[in-house]
Nanobody, 132 residues
Framework: QVHLVESGGGSVQAGGSLRLACTASGVLNNTYCMGWVRQAPGQERVGVAGIDSDGNPSYSDSVKGRFTVSKDTAKKTLYLQMDNLKPGDTAMYYC??????????????????????????WGQGTLVTVSS
């Protein structure tokens, strides 16, 4: 069984930066890829960034050019560098793992039945708050 543990959330002013990290413990199925999903209060979960099986990153349109996703395979850790943060980025950020992230870009997973809710493995989330 695998557990995902996020860290790095916090409160920043608009224009600031944060770096999130997600470390997998246990045996992560080697057919799984990892990504980030966020949920703002009262809103649906939305894919933010992911890395497919070829190592290609993908981003939602709302964060493209501001966020950078990367991974350290040896450390089983996924990162999300968030720059030029906006109040609209305020949300709980979840690290996720699922084989479907390996196959397509993170935004395309919104078309799954139930959206992102049924991705296989979830971390507990880390809160990001951006003030204006």
């Amino acid at each position: 069984q695998v557990h995902l543990v996020e860290s790095g959330g916090g409160s920043v002013q608009a224009g600031g930066s944060l770096r999130l990290a997600c470390t997998a413990s246990g045996v992560l199925n080697n057919t799984y890829c990892m990504g980030w999903v966020r949920q703002a209060p009262g809103q649906e979960r939305v894919g933010v960034a992911g890395i497919d099986s070829d190592g290609n990153p993908s981003y939602s349109d709302s964060v493209k050019g501001r966020f950078t996703v990367s991974k350290d395979t040896a450390k089983k850790t996924l990162y999300l560098q968030m720059d030029n943060l906006k109040p609209g980025d305020t949300a709980m950020y979840y690290c996720v793992a699922d084989f479907r992230i390996c196959l397509t870009n993170i935004q395309a997973l919104a078309a799954l039945p139930g959206g992102y809710r049924y991705l296989e493995v979830w971390g507990q989330g880390t809160l990001v708050t951006v003030s204006s």
